[in-house]
Nanobody, 116 residues
Framework: QVQLVESGGGLVQPGGSLRLSCAAS????????MGWYRQAPGKQRELVAS???????NYADSQKGRFTVSRDNARSTVYLQMDSLEPEDTAVYYC??????????WGQGTQVTVSS
């Protein structure tokens, strides 16, 4: 089992920045990929960015160049630095972890609202 605790969401003006954090605990040695998804009202949950154990990253096209995913393996934490935020980025952001055994775990979600 892996437990995930997210932090860092909030309200920000267009053009602003936020940094999300997600700390994992439990069976952390089994973690392979860590990342972030988001879900806006009335829309499906979608990938934002992910980072593998070897630090290979994967970004959704709409976030390339604005968002940066990183991880600190010593702290079992994944980060999402979000810059140049737009109102369209408003959503609940979920931390996601995939283990080497093929299991997926989700955080509880953190609200990000981009509005003036």
């Amino acid at each position: 089992q892996v437990q995930l605790v997210e932090s860092g969401g909030g309200l920000v003006q267009p053009g602003g920045s936020l940094r999300l954090s997600c700390a994992a605990s439990g069976s952390i040695s089994s973690i392979n990929t860590m990342g972030w998804y988001r879900q806006a009202p009335g829309k499906q949950r979608e990938l934002v960015a992910s980072i593998a154990r070897d630090d290979r990253t994967n970004y959704a096209d709409s976030q390339k160049g604005r968002f940066t995913v990183s991880r600190d393996n010593a702290r079992s934490t994944v980060y999402l630095q979000m810059d140049s935020l737009e109102p369209e980025d408003t959503a609940v952001y979920y931390c996601n972890v995939k283990t080497v055994w093929g299991r997926t775990y989700w955080g509880q979600g953190t609200q990000v609202t981009v509005s003036s």
